[in-house]
């Protein structure tokens, strides 16, 4: 049945929609997935945090081959799996109630099923097929055939979904011809439209030169072509990573305030931003000879353009943070603050990752530099920078959805919310504390990605205390996991039962026009071929000069 929908009621369908249980069952298992890798991740990460401090914990565990086959495996399971499972089942559910409409079960199932495959992949390449590459897998690192087919069964999952969104999506427009698009469906959208154009780097570095030179269908690899591909898709990842993030401090965590969204209009200028800044990759190879200083530049001047987005969103943010507890009786310029639901760890624990996304952020904009990247790309600085980032702003923002999210799923109502509610806090001083122990470590040039456990020289001075603190902070966040997972189990097997009626969703100040300029935002096809103009601008040089690929680089087994 067609409906009609007004200018501000665009956030989401506006009739209540029950969703299938099918679906309810596709999605909590992507999620549950999701969590479980997490849950490993985890515990690997402990086992990075101690080699800082020069304590070795590895031998105690003898199905880890060394310190790389770990952190190659935490990179895995934390940087890939976890994210792209969150997100295939937390933006499924966003489009579907945006849409009013079902996604096709059948790519819900293949993406799902993808995601299984694809770890259980990665995983025996990781442990059983010596594929210590690392989270980057760089050439002349060689993994086992098994870990490419498993990174490429992850991506297809993430494919899937988004190919799910465009039918759901045309479906809608056939019956809504003269509707703007759902703002809720919109951003999730083009979260994957962003992720689709960003993951062909990857996608092309994987299929068709890492995997076959696996398999000595080809003489060698090309080191820096493998990695400009790599980078292609390993900067833009990071906004697949934040943007389902957003969409939850956008739409939900207003509504679990009491307050509501401030523009249609800043929403899509941020989603589209980001969908337009895909092709900054070379921020990540300013260290890189073989790439030119004009390509160096030019992705430092796009990077810094990404702040832009990032400060629209802490407006928005803040803005709807501040109504909330105003409405609440809070009275004065920081008055508001104390009076927001802090004892709800699902507020509570986005709240905290977006403060702890200040730093990230800065320290991000230090790394966009070419000079001051030169200084920190290879020590323990960058770690801590993207353990504020991914590490607070992503996981434990995830970790704040979820607290709603899978009781919604699963029909049960949280247990032990007077435990959980802790759980952010101490994660929150954990992050801070392991990442300041990194950055003041990598400032006085302790490596990254080095078995320091197992140095046969000295420390440098300063190196003991940062690595003190970077253990103490990174017990504290397992702590906080433990609490989290004990909670999530809990629920799942012994929670009330209690249906919930919907998802939080928070309605519009500023609704959408539907007339004039703004139009052009639903007209997504016009944003890709601005992203590809781009993209051809800054890599269509590189890639002229650069194939066919020099396949001259030959595999190398260092641990």
């Known amino acids: 049945m067609k409906t009609t929908l007004t200018a501000y009621s665009v956030v989401q369908h506006p009739l209540h929609f029950d969703l299938c249980e099918i679906d309810r069952k596709l999605i909590l298992g992507m999620i549950l997935v999701g969590f479980g890798s997490l849950a490993l991740g985890v515990f690997l990460g402990l086992l990075q945090a101690f080699n800082y401090a020069g304590v070795g914990l590895y031998q105690f565990f003898p199905g880890l081959k060394s310190y790389y086959h770990g952190l190659t495996l935490h990179g895995v399971l934390n940087g890939f799996v976890f994210p792209f499972a969150a997100s295939n089942g937390f933006l499924s559910l966003t489009t579907i109630r945006g849409l009013g409409l079902r996604m096709p079960p059948f790519l819900l199932f293949l993406s799902l099923f993808s995601l299984i495959v694809g770890t259980g992949l990665s995983f025996y390449g990781i442990l059983f097929g010596n594929s210590a590459v690392l989270y980057t897998f760089y050439v002349p690192m060689r993994a086992h055939w098994s870990f490419y087919v498993g990174i490429a069964f992850l991506v297809i999952s993430t494919w899937a979904i988004s190919l799910a969104q465009l039918v759901t999506l045309r479906k809608w427009k056939k019956e809504h011809p003269t509707d703007r698009i759902p703002l809720l469906a919109y951003a999730s ?61 956008y739409f939900c965590l207003p509504a679990q305030v009491g307050a509501k969204l401030y523009s249609d209009l800043m929403v899509r200028s941020v989603f589209v931003a980001f969908l337009i800044l895909v092709p900054v990759g070379f921020h990540h190879q300013y260290a890189d000879p073989g790439i030119g200083l004009f390509y160096k530049w030019a992705a430092a001047v ?44 699902s507020v509570c624990a986005q709240i905290l990752a977006g403060l702890a996304f200040l730093p990230g952020g800065m320290t991000g904009i230090m790394h966009a530099s070419v000079n001051m990247d030169l200084l920190l790309h290879n020590t323990s600085f960058l770690p801590g920078h993207f353990h504020l980032t991914v590490g607070a702003a992503v996981a434990l923002s995830l970790v704040g959805i979820a607290y709603w999210l899978v009781p919604y799923l699963t029909g049960k109502k949280l247990w032990g919310r007077s435990v959980a509610r802790w759980q952010p806090w101490i994660y929150f001083f954990g992050v801070l504390i392991f990442s300041s122990g990194q950055m003041s470590g990598g400032v006085l040039g302790m490596p990254r990605r080095t078995a320091l456990a197992l140095i046969p020289y000295e420390p440098l001075a300063g190196w003991k205390i940062s690595g003190t603190l970077t253990a103490i902070g990174g017990s ?44 052009i935002f639903d007209k997504i096809s016009y944003w890709v071929l601005l992203c590809f103009a781009l993209i051809a601008l800054l890599y269509g040089p590189f890639l002229i000069t650069h194939l066919p690929p020099k396949l001259i680089c030959q595999p190398f087994q260092g641990f």
Do not use: C
């Open 189 to 249: 959208i083009l979260t994957y439209i962003m992720w689709d154009i960003s993951s062909i780097g990857a996608a092309v570095e994987d299929l068709f030169l890492l995997l076959p030179w696996s398999l000595n269908l080809l003489p060698g690899s090309d080191a820096t072509l493998t990695r400009t591909l790599f980078w292609f898709t390993g900067h833009p990842i990071v906004y697949f990573w934040l943007l389902p993030v957003y969409v939850s401090w």
């Open 302 to 345: 796009l990077t810094f353009g990404i702040a832009f987005p990032s400060l629209v969103t802490a407006f928005s943010v803040v803005y709807s943070l501040e109504m909330g507890g105003l409405s609440r009786g809070g009275k004065g310029i920081f008055g508001w603050v104390k009076q927001l639901p802090w004892k709800d760890p």
């Open 476 to 519: 504290l966040m397992f702590l906080s996991f433990l609490i989290f997972f004990f909670v999530m189990i809990m629920t799942i097997l012994f929670g009330l039962k209690e249906r919930q009626a919907d998802m939080p969703i928070a309605q519009l100040i500023h609704g959408p026009s539907l007339k004039g300029s703004q139009l």
